[in-house]
């Protein structure tokens, strides 16, 4: 039932994990031809997402710190190339969406003898734009649809999602969103941009590694760079770059590094600098200016008595983005929920875009129910009519309002302009939640904003009726201006839908007057306040409908979750090797299990925990024990030994010809490198032959070398050449969630070893971790206990509990150690009593 | 030499360590009465500076739990009141500084017949003000010198500054700054004012836990409460929410967490509103507009051709802020390596900041010197002033430039206006750097602001000369806008010395125009690149200065720094318990050591780490055994043992009016409490009674209470009662420098441990790792081993070095447990080779 959600948003539709399990089932049925290979291409599938392995990436070791030296002069380059590279992709975007909807209005334009013929022009040019983009997308890369925000969110946490950040995706993304824009639905740039821009950050520095080599290669800095990216994503979609650094940190987000903080800024400065010199060099514009620019009159922009209506304003905008959240949501979810819908909409993928379109661009012909909500208007005219410095509703039906040919889209004769007005936002609200589901590359931030601006205007337009001459008392007469309502309403609708306060900010610098900055402050924080009490933001919202492995927030105001603690969500039956362990246990433990890295413990008995191995430096020790090295070594031997020279006969030639070309000596780790990754040091045709032969060897199966290859299983792990961490991540028993919460997001791991006094009792993932703060602790293997957890701390002493334990080995000590004294009778008593309050139970 | 600095900055002239040491030293040689009290005073010496036992602080334990359940509703109640009284302290203050400088101006005035009088009159206003400051609050609060920035940076780190968030400071600041300002120097408002907004969190936090007790008293709610303090502190000061949030979290954090935004935001927007309003209320405004608003035209607010001239600023500004902080701090070393000046200033405090104040004053006479550079304007006469929109210098000088009675500073009958400008920066410019040395509270923002507008203006005007149809070449004229290049200058500058971006935010919200913005951030990241590869920031010139105890950042392109490890600078001598240590040993352990905690051991033979204990918990511990309780008990015994009535009836009846007074029997650990508090449980009168008694049974050393005492001295610790710890923070010897500076600054740690394999073999401290940071590592009981290891990683495995201690582990079991396997000789071979490449030694 949840594969229907293809249809809506991109892939993750099923949990990830189940999703890798089926596969790995699938591999092993479909079966390897021998176990070593079996496991390393189980393995490297079973890893469908796999951490990032610089994703502890504050903290990252070794190989991150030379890079760090010599970089900082690289990082200007890199910025500066990625600022010009998007700011020309957004520039010639733009171009073509606007000359995408030039074309649909010459065709309306030209057919107006016909309204049939008119009404099949205006619907099917939008039909077949939408339908090519969610084609397009759907053959070149699934990953491109939707916003993109949620998957950068998840990306920046640390975890890798497979595809998403691929040049077919960039290219997909890219023409499709052009397509989709330039269809006139209410869809936005913003969200997409910040994926095309991380897109793009992550092709440049795969093109400059390839290049140059070295410094591009860290995966620390790609981490760094990415969310640069992501702020010159907002920066050069709305030439907006001190908002489009703070939304992205907002959006992307859990702990910030101040140090990070300039990246953003140059890149996004320098991105929206070009941005707006090709408009000055264009002749669109005479010099930089902002994109929607207001003309407010600057020495009396409002009045403080209006602050009320500001305010109102903003909470209204918090509850109508909560809405918003609510039924985009309501809708995919839906969709899902009918089995037939689904299984219909599952076959033929393009029917349901292509129905949204028909029906919204139906609703919007001018001609027809369109007059009544200014349907002939592109976003971009409307924002600007309705962000206007003159009032529409003065002296009657808007007499004195004749806007650059936007006039006649909102004065109807025999209309109000505040049933245009409402009309307009009623329809363009369900319009753009529903738009939005649409399987193309799109993001929701401007049709909300667009929304946002009509709502305020609608309130300024009504203030404006209301007080004719203004507020204000004295002598001079200050009329109200509408459009500054449009301001904070547009700033407060976005605001309240993403979950932030910085849109403020880009709505400063989109209309490039900031003189209604406290009117604007207030109805945000105000919109923020309500919305996020009711609803989450749009784009975790997207995160839980697209299950992707994101960790979510903890919520204020949940009282279980924080007598919740490691012991109640651990996995107990943690995969672990031992500094003893044979080379089958290794290869049985490598089997089983999704973690990338596996605990080293002393012993069986002792449980100590003494670091982590990664599964692929296990894999390597593996395939050297059961290498060609050592088991031609072994033939050679053997042959050597009984002298028989028959049946081994095509061995020996194998052997021979290996001989031959085999490298030079090398350290035993290169050497296994380079088999594990298919030889790609050695030339390719050296390379090609190598295989061959390799493939000969383990296909025969000799009897010897079955016997021999079990005997090398039983041998006991040779660690040498082996990477240990020797200080993964520890937590103890009583680690309450919401430490481990914060450690999880602080650190961006993905798994933490809990251990109890030294001894390993279990491990904890992000996957339990998200769990637990979702509320579903069902899972096998992972013990159930919040609602007896809820009642742990009710006594008075909430401190103690943290004790016990020791105080357990402590007791266990003196038993050994030291004879008990005789304690005072008083003392006994109140020991006693202690202990009462102690729980007991592990 | 080292105590002359407190002549310049407060307190932290010396090493802390060292103070807390000699104090300590004076503490014993003065000697307690007998061993409990002295313990106890003796370590509350010792903690000088100790750790917030919150910081770490985003990594909370469960006494964070409860409150952050229900807290949402108080966080409103107190954000809100919060910015009510910064608004109005803000508003306030204002007021007086501007009756200040106004009552300065009618005194100058008023004496114009005579030139000496008038003179007299000029030079002695500032100086009685400025000695009044420096002496008011060198008497009633040293610590409140000074910006305070660095402090709050400190304090948010997670160390606890004695005396710098009290009632006192907050009185000595707020009246210290009024007087510092009023007396025209030129000093700033923006620094203070976040440490007063702190001081003002601080106190409320006190008076609502009093008055409401719980919620407030959590130390972690304390923390963000002060990070939402300082953007309340720039916000109130510059009607700049937007900004001063921003600023506030570049100039304090490290690591920011984006859940905590809001609650600057909300607060910072709520306490600028206030302001503005206020000055409507007092009519000195219409409605709520910016502070320094400026009139720029918005269709053409710059040429595009422009830009270069705003990049030169930008790059000159950098240099020039760079110049300001070295300028700065070399008055600072100056005054400190002059031993007699150091001498005599340290004798006469008040000598220094009288005759900065005569020199100044005398320098800005306006008929003398004065009037070449604008003298007789304040500074924010001179920043309206320098912000006009009209050009100075067209037409000849100055033609048409009568702005609202500043005109006569700036036109000179004999001298250019350039020369004015010219000599106004110059002089400013060392000006301000002596003048924020100065032992008064004062911040360095505001007049880096002004310096930096005038520079602007010098080159707009400059530009307009060169220009004067502006640079267009199209048929309409657009003059260039000199107004323009001040806001640039001034973001450029401040934005240099205190290396942040968010000036830019900062100077539109001061002018409520946003059409410059983008060759302010093109000027401001220039500026930002220069000052920052050039020299610290101010505020972290200062904290070098002060030598607080903060963790410096550690600088990109330090080769030696990715070299060093743990094990190089940790403490190896490090302080511990055992599990069968006897009180004697817990009683020397708490006699030497700084560190707030203590690690607990298994055994002095397996080291394995248990957990770490507070110091307070085992001063109970200790208080508890050696306590009267049992003391009394002894005595009772005793006495009904031998019946000997004759010497030990003095004790007798102290014990029986110890009985008469004891309270119903308690736990044992509330007991221990009341006792160690000085009873503050039982009321004032019963409290002395007890302690007088308790006196005179310690003070009474019978022969049988000294045996007694050293018996219970040597019996086992009792760890039931006492809260231990399970996981403290440790490291692994291996781990870098940068790791364990990023681990330390994320979580915000003071102390880690440092294991191998469980065994704990050392101890970090914030201390040594500031040190090594530094690069002084040359203190008794740390090893030096940079030299060593810049060559370490010189060969070509860099990966290998972390893998060698688990390896000698693993030979010796695979030695103990397993007899060692012939491996092929081509192994044997290889591993040697490894093995050669392995560093040897610890």
Redesign the interface.
Known sequence: TLIGGEQMYGRYTQELGVYAKEEAARLRDGGGLRRVTSVRSRSAELLEYEKDPCAKC??????C??F?????GEDWIFLILLGLVMALVSWVMDYAIAFCQQAQKWMYGGLDSNMLLQYLAWVTYPVVLITFSAGFTQILSPQAVGSGIPEMKTILRGVVLKEYLTFKTFVAKVIGLTCALGSGMPLGKEGPFVHVASLCAALLSKFLAALFGGLYKNELRNTEMLSAACAVGVGCCFAA??GGV?FS??VT???????N??RG??AA?FS??IF??LA?WNQDE?????LF?T?FR???????QELPAFAILGIACGFGGALFVYLNRLIVECMRKQKTINKFLLRKRLVYPAMVTLIISTLTFPPGFGQFMAGQLTQHESLVALLDNRTWCRQGVAEEFDYISHSHAWKHPQVNVFITLILFIVMKFWMSAVATTMPVPCGAFMPVFLIGAAFGRLVGETMAIMFPDGI?A?GSVYPIVPGGYAVVGAAALSGAVTHT?ST??IV??LT????H??PV??AV?LA?AVAQSLQPSLYDSIIRIKKLPYLP?LG????EK??IRVEDIMVRDVRYIT??SSYREVQEVLMTGQLKTLA?V?STDSM????SIERSQLQSLLSLQLGPT?RL?HLRRHAQDNGTHTHTLGAHTHLTSLDTMDSP?S??CTHTHSYTSNSSNTSARHGVRFLVSVAEVILNPLPQIAEWEEQQLD??V??????????PF???E???L??TH??FS??GLDHAYVTS??RLVGVVSLRELRKAIEGSVTVTGVKVRPPLASFR?SGNT??????T???K??NR??GL??PR?PT?P??ED??D??NKLLPKGS
């Open positions: 504050h903290v990252c070791t070794s190989r710190q030379k760090l030296i010599s970089r900082v770059p001190i703070l940190i907002e987000s859990t702990f910030f590094a101040v140090r903080y300039w800024f140059f400065t929206a600098f707006r010199v000055v005479e010099t930089i200016t902002a620019k003309r600057l020495d009396f922009p409002f009045d403080l204000h004295d306060v403020a900010v400063f610098e490039g007057q900031i003189s900055i406290l402050m207030i924080i923020n927030e204020m105001g949940h009282h924080y007598n500094l003893s080293l002393e100590i925990l003494l670091g050592r070594d000596p350290p035993p041998e006991p040779d660690f040498n050449n082996c990477k240990i961490d020797p200080a520890q937590l103890v009583r680690t309450s919401h430490k914060t450690i602080l650190l006094t030294g701390d909430t401190s103690v509990s943290e004790v334990e020791l105080h080995l402590w000590h003196r150690s030291l004294e005072p008083d003392m109140q020991l009593k202690d």
